[in-house]
């Protein structure tokens, strides 16, 4: 991570500059806590959420997915316990009458530093709407702050369909909704956001064992993918502090510029959702272990990430400044499985023979990797652009390459330059960005 002390605004507006990400209905004054990802923020967005799900479903046997619907019935809210239990508590200040978290402020006004405020009061955090056409308690609906019981409620469908028998788990990527009182901290904390989730579900007796697993897994997920071993840390919340459905929890902390703060929590949740969900619905959520002749309900371990807060925490450990020749550089060391793109194409000028090679070569590389085409300014402005969004190589055609037939191959990281032959292209950058 760069030293610069004004990091999250160098990232905020880098994001804005190049296309990452925008204050949503902008043209509106924007809405607070909404964000819009543009044209590469939606490449980098796909990439976290790609990644995660590579790593907790395409590279194991043992965990299915699911896309379970975002609004729900009172009665799932009711059995997990959100409607009664899902609150922060409200202050307002007497001075300003700015609304805070009691718990985040300290006894001091952010805004405008008094220290008097009303009662502290409960508010649900759950968004509250109509379903169909007739208003009334019949039509009420939520969306989902989290996308965990969906899941649970599926445990019966996937438990028969899916022939599986714990230790097993079911992941989701999705939209959740939480009406946050005080958003803040960019994209970190927002009332519309993604979230990746996984319930593992396994027998009560291996339940500690299985916890300690998936805190190491998803610790060493984010150092794989280039964040700093001192960038993050392991907090175990303690006994008293622990929700209520929790057996222990551990949350993955990232140094972010404001301090230690959660990128990802991971739960031992017993059994208390299946247990909630069976005698809300009268359905049997348990399993039945032929071998011992014995049912149980199982227990369920739940690594919650954020997607959004994850791109977050990537784009904060990549984004460096140097100088390079007397001049500033900013560049994006992002892992190339996260970056946008992962190549860009660049035609040394705009001449028609040159764009036909350069065409060639995007044909080569397109159908591996995304890739980016720019033709516009100097070839040095044009790296400097690749190099701010974090495209780990480019590749410029120049008048050479219609007699050599090769390209000039440029690394982000070290800006060292290598002749490649155009039929040897597509296999040298894939050795080179695969993994």
Not at 114 to 123: G, L, M
Not at 147 to 152: H, L
Not at 208 to 226: F, P, S, T, V
Not at 374 to 388: A, C, H, L, P
Request: aromatic share 12%; net charge negative; hydrophobic share 35%.
């Amino acid at each position: 991570m760069s030293d610069t002390p004004d990091i999250l605004e160098s990232v905020i507006n880098l994001c804005k500059r190049r296309g990452f990400i925008f204050p949503s209905a902008d043209i509106y004054g924007g809405f607070r806590s909404t964000y819009d990802y543009g044209p590469l923020g939606v490449l980098m967005l796909r990439n976290v959420k790609n990644s995660w799900w590579r790593s907790m479903v395409q590279m194991r046997d043992d965990i299915v997915g699911l896309d379970a619907a975002i609004l729900g019935p009172p009665a799932v809210w009711a059995a997990s316990g959100h409607l009664a239990t899902f609150t922060d508590p409200l202050v307002d200040c007497l001075k300003c009458k700015e609304r805070w978290r009691e718990d985040k402020i300290d006894g001091v006004c952010p805004k405008c530093g008094n220290t008097t405020f009303t009662e502290s009061r409960a508010f649900n955090l759950m968004f509250k709407t109509q379903a169909g056409p007739i208003e009334g308690e019949g039509a009420t609906a939520y969306l989902r702050p989290e996308t965990a019981q969906g899941i649970f409620t599926n445990f019966a469908n996937v438990l028969t369909t899916m022939r599986r028998k714990p230790p097993f788990g079911i992941a989701q990527i999705g939209k959740s909704f939480r009406n946050e009182i005080t958003p803040q901290n960019f994209v970190f904390r927002t009332r519309e956001f993604e979230q990746m989730e996984m319930e593992y579900f396994v027998p009560p007796a291996e339940a500690d064992e299985w916890y300690r697993y998936w805190i190491d897994a998803r610790y060493n997920w984010y150092l794989d993918l280039g964040i700093p071993a001192d960038r993050l840390r392991l907090f175990e919340h303690p006994q008293h502090d622990l929700s209520h459905y929790s057996r222990g929890t551990t949350d993955v902390e990232f140094a972010y510029p404001w301090g230690w703060d959660e990128l990802e929590g991971i739960a031992n949740r017993g059994d208390y959702d299946l247990t909630q969900h069976s005698n809300a619905s009268g359905q049997k959520l348990e399993f039945y272990d032929q071998a011992a002749n014995e049912r149980y309900t199982p227990y369920v371990i739940e690594p919650a990430a954020g997607a959004t807060r994850a791109m977050m925490a990537f784009l904060l450990s990549a984004y460096e400044e140097e100088v390079v020749d007397g001049e500033t550089r900013s560049v994006l060391r992002l892992d190339p499985r996260l970056a946008p793109y992962q190549v860009a194409v660049l035609p040394l000028s705009k001449k028609p023979e040159l764009e036909a090679t350069s065409r060639e070569v995007l044909g080569l590389l397109r159908p591996y990797f995304m890739c980016d085409y720019d033709v516009t300014q100097s070839i040095g402005k044009r790296y400097r652009r690749q190099d701010e969004v974090g495209t780990p190589l480019c590749i410029t055609v120049d008048f050479d390459s219609l007699d050599d037939r090769a390209v000039t191959v440029r690394d982000r990281d070290t800006m060292a330059q290598e002749r490649i032959a155009i039929s040897d292209l597509a296999s040298y950058v894939i050795g080179r960005l695969a993994r």
